[in-house]
């Protein structure tokens, strides 16, 4: 006889898969429970990772006036500790309110919240180490794992040392220092990088790859490049492996070349591990990859029946807003319910560097090696009304289309707003449509979504000329 430890669906882990997943299930009148190890729920997106990274840029941009500071001939001299004290306490402003939200939407689907550690059972049970020596056993019909992940943490790095990073440490600023080495040319750490650029600390980024962003369009990644020299930063490209260790004078970073750099810190971005350690996967049957990632089918469902995953637990793109939506197809297919049975097969990608940079759809390079007779057409934000206005002038909107019939397949911008303005190519993109859809829309002037139209033009000449 089903008691009150009984539910339809357990989830385990708070963050964006899991939070969506329960909520899904509970709004079609499941019976559902949640279980964190952390005292409040959101994951690492909301207490150390996405939000707050996010919430660092916004602030730093705001407090240095980065963005007008060409424009209007203005720049701000900021009191280090002043300057601080701000980051600190807006990040946790926006930590506070965003987990307070995931809170409410909780208790609004009446999803009851375990505190606790899980680990798998038998007979569909889930056994909750709840300190103390306590222990709750929960049943459920099914389980979504959404453990998500943590930062990578190489072998030979000196993570013990005070000064020595990950991404998920690295916002919690306790002190001012002039200088920063940031090893990893992926989105975190562009995103890092560009914003104590913005702040005045002098850094020095490090990839051993021979281009940031290897996923973006190879135009938009070398463009990110200037941008990041102007507001000078320095990259090191293709260097091979950094070395860090610690001497009677300090930090000392060793490229492969040789140089030595001496910095205040060094924050490691390179790359996630699933959470899957205590779960007790093994004995449950649940398959794992070499990189603790868990294995799942088209459904989310795991090598156990009763068992789905979904999130960064479970590999690339490591995506909040892919995580949500995994999560709730997850549980639809779970639980048998009919709303949502797919996943967007081409979602927006969405860099918070300074310039942003953003994309959907295809790359002129992927386009390429499908052997699709493509063009682009560009519309440069530096003759853009808006853009000029507001004194952001970097970065483009380009498009990549079929040459024969002029239908959309990808969309690449780099500026203000990338991750806002990509979307609506998104639309286009994921209807079908024509490029011509840009050429007879009106867009509000000034706006930065007028360049949509200036690079459909520009696209037109190009095509025009062949």
């Known amino acids: 006889m089903r008691g009150e430890d009984w539910f339809d669906m357990v989830v385990i882990g708070s963050g964006p898969a899991g939070e ?22 959101g994951g690492a997106a909301v207490s150390n990772a996405g939000i707050p990274t996010k919430t660092l840029r916004e602030t730093a941009l705001y407090i240095t006036g980065f963005r007008r500071r060409e424009a209007y001939g203005l720049r701000l001299t900021l009191d280090p500790e002043a300057t601080v004290a701000q980051l600190r306490t807006r990040t946790a402003q926006v930590i506070e309110t965003m987990t307070d939200a995931v809170r409410r939407n909780l208790e609004l ?33 099914v389980v979504l794992i959404a453990t998500g992940s943590r930062p990578a943490r190489l072998p030979g790095v000196p993570f013990e040392d005070p ?39 002098d850094v020095t980024l490090i990839d051993s790859g021979g281009r940031l962003l290897p996923f973006l369009d190879a135009e938009i990644s070398q463009l990110l490049v200037q941008a990041f020299s102007g507001m000078g930063m320095r990259l090191v490209l293709g260097g091979g492996r ?71 637990v479970i590999g690339p793109p490591g995506l909040a807003s892919v995580s949500m939506e995994q999560g709730r197809v997850a549980a639809c297919y779970a639980l048998g319910i009919p709303f949502k049975q797919t996943v967007d097969p081409s979602p927006p990608f969405g860099v918070y560097s300074i310039p942003e940079a953003a994309m959907v759809g295809l790359t002129e390079e992927s386009a390429a090696e499908r052997g699709i007779d493509y063009e682009v057409g560009r519309g440069w934000f530096a003759n853009n009304s808006r853009a000029t206005i507001a004194g952001a002038t970097d970065g483009l909107v380009k498009l990549v289309f079929r040459r024969d019939d002029r239908r959309l397949l990808g969309v690449h911008v780099l500026g203000d707003l990338a991750a806002e303005l990509v979307h609506q190519g998104q639309a286009v993109l994921n209807y079908g449509g024509t490029i011509d859809y840009f050429i007879h829309s009106t867009f509000n002037v000034p706006a930065h979504s007028e360049a949509y139209k200036y690079a459909a033009y520009d696209a037109l000449q190009r095509l025009q000329a062949r």
């Not at 329960?22 to 709004?27: D, F, L, P, T, V």
């Not at 009446?110 to 798998?120: D, H, Q, T």
């Not at 971005?269 to 649940?286: F, H, K």
């Open 20 to 41: 969506k997943a329960a909520a899904q299930a509970a709004y079609f009148g499941k019976k559902v429970a949640m279980v964190e190890r952390s005292p409040s729920p």
């Open 109 to 141: 689907h009446s999803i009851e919240f375990v505190r606790g550690r899980a680990r798998l059972g038998r007979d569909r049970t889930i056994h909750v180490a709840q300190g103390g020596g306590r222990e709750r056993v929960l049943h459920a019909d």
């Open 163 to 201: 000064d020595v990073d990950d991404s998920e440490t690295a916002f919690e600023i306790d002190r001012t220092f002039s200088s920063l080495v940031v090893v990893g040319g992926g989105a975190v750490g562009c995103e890092y990088a560009s914003i104590f650029t913005a702040l005045g600390t």
């Open 242 to 312: 950094a070395v860090v260790t610690r001497d009677e004078k300090g930090l000392k970073v060793t490229l492969a070349s040789g140089e030595e750099i001496r910095p205040d810190k060094v924050l490691f971005a390179s790359g996630r591990a699933g959470n899957t350690e205590g779960l007790g996967l093994q004995e449950a049957e649940v398959q794992v990859d070499g990189r603790n990632r868990i294995v799942v089918d088209d459904t989310f469902r795991t090598t156990a029946e009763w068992i789905f995953a979904a999130g960064d």
